[in-house]
């Protein structure tokens, strides 16, 4: 038997190695002179392209007294420009047949387009003019703090579980800015006089702070050209970029506490676990563990507490990867008529299982199958190929990761899951969070 699992497992590195070889994605890099880092890959697979700017800022650049500035410039960045009315940007993209959006985190900001490949010079002047002309006004910035504030009623204030994340990170963390949510404070939007708007924009949104990748339906040359014309001119920034300090001390005791929200009728209990960047070796292992722990409905989690068990409705575990710093995070939401701390009791004997014994052979082989699918789906298309380019560089300052972080996978054993569930899954290292129905 266990020559057979050895014969099958071998056929299966086999196997997805020649896949990685086989749709190794091809691209091309270089500076302009400015300090704008360009990515290019050409696929005349669809005729689309994607348009992407990656900034390096986040919440965790901002200052403690003028949090949310990050996650804001994402929805002011829309507004207009010196040659685009307000309210215009999304109608030109609209109008071309195409689709845009943004996304802030705790390290990044990043704007994209999706366009039919005939009106790449279309996405490349937009963005043009997000870095060098954007209108930082009075009127715009108004506008923008009641949409903000409109996002964080629906999304956060009164959403079920709307606070759940922002209360882990605000308890895992007490030097780092991670500790505080990219939604921030309304109170310190509120605060903020249109010249520290200004000063934000002026100082990380600059060539030398960002990433342009394009990948799609493209010719290099005549896209470098574009590029030139579009972007050689924008002058690097003159103001010293602030990059946080990324001590933080170890937690050194169990954390534990209770967050009442009058929006949810079920408790959901949470372990947080500390974890080092997200350029750590050891993430590939911890991304596979909380593979075992949830994913799918034969995973270890949904299984026990859910299915077996029915003490639980969801059950999930992930690992937050962030780029100086990150948390495990394992959770549950009860089911009806049970109590948190039975929960609580179980959901650890789950992780005590992954520190005392090995996961099975076949348990094994399904994560491995699911990180496989999970990377092709990521790159099935011009946006997510244009995405994982950008974000290889901008992290890991090595864009080729994306054609090796399959490889980086099929090097975790049985005994790194285990090593890592020992490592950092300790009760002296994890904030633990009721997060509790108010009572009535």
């Known amino acids: 038997m ?17 896949w990685s070889q086989a749709s190794k994605i091809e691209f091309v890099e270089y500076d302009l002179p400015n300090g704008l880092h360009v990515i290019l890959h050409e696929d005349h697979s669809v005729p689309l392209v994607a348009v992407t700017v990656n900034y390096h800022v986040g919440s965790k650049n901002e200052n403690t007294e003028r949090t949310g500035f990050a996650h804001f410039f994402e929805h002011l960045l829309f507004e207009g420009s010196a040659n685009i009315k307000r309210g215009e940007f999304f109608k030109y993209v609209s109008s071309a047949g195409g689709q845009n959006n943004a996304y802030t985190t705790q390290d990044q900001t990043f704007y994209y387009e999706v366009l039919p490949s005939n009106q790449l010079e ?9 870095l060098l002309h954007a209108k930082i006004e009075d009127i715009g910035v108004e506008t923008q703090r009641e949409v903000v504030k409109e996002e964080k009623r629906l999304r956060v204030d009164n959403q079920p579980y709307g606070r759940f994340i922002s209360e882990i990170f605000t308890r895992a963390f007490k030097n780092h800015s991670y500790r505080w949510a990219p939604i921030g404070s309304m109170d310190h939007l509120n605060a903020a006089t ?28 005549k896209t470098k050209a574009l590029i030139e014309k579009y972007f050689k001119d924008i002058p690097k920034g003159a103001k010293p970029i602030i990059r946080p300090s990324k001590d933080e001390p170890p937690l050194g005791k169990e954390v534990r506490d209770i967050v009442y929200d009058e929006f949810i009728q079920l408790p959901l209990i949470s372990y947080s676990y500390r974890i080092p960047s997200m350029k750590h070796e050891d993430q590939y292992a911890l991304q596979m563990m909380s593979q075992v ?14 299915d077996n068990l029915q003490k639980a409705l969801q059950a999930f575990a992930f690992s937050y990867a962030l780029e100086d710093h990150g948390l495990f995070i394992t959770a549950a939401v009860a089911g009806m008529g049970v109590e948190g701390k039975e929960l609580d009791e179980l959901m650890d004997i789950e992780v ?14 399904k994560i491995r199958n699911q990180i496989e699918n999970q990377i092709v789906s990521q790159n099935a298309g011009v946006q997510g190929v244009a995405t994982n380019l950008s974000n290889s560089y901008q992290f890991f300052r090595n864009t080729n990761r994306v054609n090796t972080e399959l490889e980086g996978y099929l090097k975790v054993t049985r005994e790194d899951i285990k090593r890592v569930a020992n490592q950092y899954l300790t009760k002296e290292n994890r904030v633990v969070l009721y997060y509790l129905p108010v009572k009535k």
């Open 293 to 306: 722990l949830s994913t799918g409905s034969s995973s270890r989690m949904n299984k026990e507490l859910v």
């Open 2 to 18: 266990r020559k057979t699992w050895l014969l099958l497992v071998s056929g299966l590195l086999s196997v997805q190695l020649s």
């Open 194 to 221: 249109l010249k520290e708007f200004m000063d934000f924009y002026h100082t990380y949104y600059v060539p030398d702070n960002a990433i342009l990748c394009i990948a799609g339906d493209i010719q290099i040359d």
């Open 352 to 365: 005590e299982k992954l520190k005392k014994e090995l996961i099975t052979e076949v348990e094994f082989e």
């Open 122 to 130: 279309l996405g490349l002047w937009l963005e043009s003019e997000r």
